[in-house]
């Protein structure tokens, strides 16, 4: 009998491809569904690009992230350049990430702007490249131009120039961005850890951004930015009790370089008198960015500083513990890093922290 070609423990990576594909595939359908607009004129020479970067992944090895492409294009191309980092299949291909999630994945491993190997070479280490995934950036964390060499994110590009043409390049990467821990997963997208930016690099344009330029660490804190997002996403007396006290913040901490936000969906302080209200809003901020993991890896009981001066909140948790169960002064955050930038990170939180004893002044 002839020996069946097919191994066994192809099947759940093949299934679980087939999944994403149906997946990419029924998001397209519905995308074009929904759009009324006439097909472009450049419609043919996009297939006809797409097609040939498949053609040039396959040949590398990059079969999944080639049916990925070929399949789906739209959620590797940028409406202008795209730099696409393909990731290995032994990497990719037996993920257990759901769909949805792995389309996340493939958006942070495209950046709207195109660098070929020789582009990547000249940039310094510790600059950040914007993505599709906004607002998550990846970073140079090692070049060395003699021996051609660059690392993002701590991950090597094995395969540099796999293609370039028109107005996208793609270099083949040893493995993500961002470490697939299953545990983390039930975070939703925010599971991708963006690294940090050197601020003594250039930072490169994002051409979504409306302040066009990517914001590193060391760029003092958006205030505004953080304002709009949280009344945006409901958390709107906080937003007005920051806003009110915000004068005041920007003189006290003049030049502050990061910050966490645990955000109350209701904060009671809002309509008390000035000196009530600044202290509830600084209480729930704490001058440095602190992420999910980080809080719930901390040892039981331990204090951070927040904007009130001799006032620190603590944090109940245990290592690697599930969503929800990590508190800060008892209270439980049940929205992990609802929002993150490169110097500020939101964790959404069931109550407002309780203000301990009367504040003697205004600031």
């Avoid at 739209?74 to 980092?85: G, V």
């Avoid at 006290?252 to 966490?260: A, K, P, Y």
């Avoid at 110097?343 to 939180?349: S, Y």
């Amino acid at each position: 009998m002839a020996k069946c070609s097919f191994e066994w423990w192809h099947a759940p990576i093949v299934f679980s491809i087939s999944v994403v594909l149906a997946f990419f595939a029924i998001s397209t359908a519905l995308h074009s569904s929904t759009s009324h607009s006439p097909t472009p004129p450049n419609k043919s020479m996009a297939d006809d690009l797409s097609l040939n970067a498949s053609r040039a992944l396959r040949r590398a090895g990059f079969n999944t992230i080639a049916t990925l492409l070929q399949v789906s294009p739209e959620h590797f191309f940028s409406p202008q350049n795209s730099t696409i980092f393909a990731i290995k299949d032994s990497a990719i291909s037996n993920t257990s990430l759901p769909p949805w999630l792995l389309k996340n994945l493939v958006q942070y491993h495209t950046s709207p702007v195109k660098l070929s190997m020789a582009d990547l070479l000249k940039k310094p280490r510790g600059v950040c490249l914007p993505t599709l995934l906004m607002p998550k950036k990846i970073a140079i964390t090692k070049m060395d131009s003699t021996a051609r060499l660059v690392e993002i994110n701590h991950v090597l590009v094995t395969d540099p120039d796999i293609f370039l043409g028109g107005n996208v390049s793609i270099h083949g990467v040893l493995g993500p961005f961002s470490p697939l821990d299953p545990l983390d997963l039930r975070q939703g997208w925010s599971f991708i850890q963006s690294p940090y930016c050197d601020t003594n690099a250039t930072m490169i344009s994002d051409p979504f951004e409306t302040n066009n330029g990517v914001v590193g660490v060391g760029v003092e804190v958006e205030w505004r930015r953080i304002i709009r997002w949280l009344s945006a996403n409901g958390f709107i007396s906080y937003a007005i009790g920051l806003q009110t006290v915000l004068e005041g913040l920007l003189q006290d901490f003049e030049g502050l370089r990061s910050i966490t936000v645990f955000a109350p969906p209701n904060l009671s302080s809002v309509a008390s008198p000035s000196p009530v209200l600044n202290r509830a809003v600084r209480l729930h901020i704490v001058p440095q960015m602190v992420t999910y993991k980080s809080l719930a890896s901390l040892p039981t009981r331990t204090s951070l500083k927040t904007l009130v001066s001799g006032q620190d909140i603590e944090i109940l948790g245990g290592v690697r513990v599930p969503r929800g169960t990590v508190k800060v002064n008892g209270v439980e955050i049940v929205s992990p890093e609802i929002f993150r930038s490169e110097n500020c990170v939101i964790h959404g939180i069931s109550r407002s922290l309780e203000i301990a004893g009367l504040p003697h002044s205004s600031r």
